[in-house]
């Protein structure tokens, strides 16, 4: 339903940030990252989001769970992250990474998207405001300045259609662009 934590997960989580974090990380295809500090930061993000989605119950067993289905994700991330420069290459290298992060990040989207009916019940605000947190400290890091627009385009709407649906005075802890 519209306005539930349910609603908000699939909202943010499934339909704004997984694709933004690629869209991002695609525009990031021919350089990689130019901060050293940048890969360790994501890669701890995702860390920080797979702990959060561990509280979810695997609502469609035996498919494994969202959190298991996140930290496969994240792997396949730490594999897009280690390929450096921009060598030929090693950018072809990292656009068959980036392929692989893709085909992942489809298969959760569908997964969420089948066990909706199942989570309604399973997701609360706690864990909506966590991700969001935890996705706004990553964008507002000093390592990633520059990087992730689409991504903090995404969470300032998030954040406007939280303010809509929870009053002016949900306020995460840490908010996009500040």
């Not at 390929?83 to 893709?102: C, I, Q, S, V, W």
């Not at 385009?153 to 809509?164: Q, R, T, V, Y």
Request: net charge positive.
């Amino acid at each position: 339903m519209k306005g539930d934590p349910s609603w908000a997960f699939d909202s943010f989580f499934r339909q704004k940030w997984l694709p933004a974090f690629m869209f991002d990380l695609r525009a990031l295809e021919a350089t990689g990252f130019h901060n050293e500090n940048s890969c360790p930061r994501v890669g701890t993000c995702l860390r920080e989001i797979a702990g959060i989605l561990d509280s979810i119950p695997n609502v469609r067993p035996p498919a494994p769970s969202i959190a298991a289905d996140f930290q496969q994700l994240a792997r396949r991330y730490e594999r897009w992250n280690h390929h450096t420069g921009d060598a030929p290459g090693t950018r072809e290298e990292r656009a068959m990474a980036h392929k692989n992060l893709k085909r992942k990040k489809d298969r959760l989207v569908d997964r969420i998207g089948d066990s909706l009916p199942n989570l309604q019940n399973q997701i609360n605000w706690p864990i909506v405001d966590s991700l969001f947190e935890s996705l706004s400290a990553m964008t507002n890091d000093e390592s990633l300045n520059g990087v992730f627009g689409l991504l903090r385009k995404n969470l300032d709407s998030f954040a406007g259609e939280m303010n809509k649906y929870r009053g002016p005075n949900w306020k995460p802890k840490r908010q996009p662009g500040t």
